[in-house]
């Protein structure tokens, strides 16, 4: 299970940090990404990260801005959201795939951030 926090209303170029707890689930041999979806669009790819190497990927969009990062003791995915604009607002969810698959196999709930201008 995941469960995504820490949205909310944030004035342009202002900072918000999202968590996503993960629980009932071993996630050491996953990746755990995070994504966003926009009023009226797709959902797209944000960041990833390997739980077990720590290793990361952005998307071109949130590259030097965002950064993911996990914390093994609290079993917990962060996206520390930095310099937002007006376009990052969307719907954000996190999600876990298994190494090697194409797809993600688990997701939370969304979590609503909102940037004004």
């Known amino acids: 299970q995941l469960q995504a926090s820490g949205g909310g209303l944030v004035q342009a170029e202002g900072s918000l940090r999202l968590s996503c707890v993960v629980s009932g689930h071993t996630f050491s041999s996953y990746y755990m990404g995070w994504f966003r979806q926009a009023p009226g669009k797709e959902r797209e790819f944000v960041a990833h990260i390997m739980w077990s190497a720590g290793s990361t990927y952005y998307a071109d969009s949130v590259k030097g801005r965002f950064t993911i990062s996990r914390d093994n003791a609290k079993n917990t995915v962060y996206l520390q959201m930095n310099s937002l604009k007006p376009e990052d607002t969307a719907v954000y969810y996190c999600?876990?795939?298994?190494?090697?698959?194409?797809?993600?196999?688990?997701w939370g709930q969304g979590t609503l951030v909102t940037v004004s201008s």
């Open positions: 999600a876990a795939k298994y190494i090697g698959r194409p797809l993600y196999d688990y």
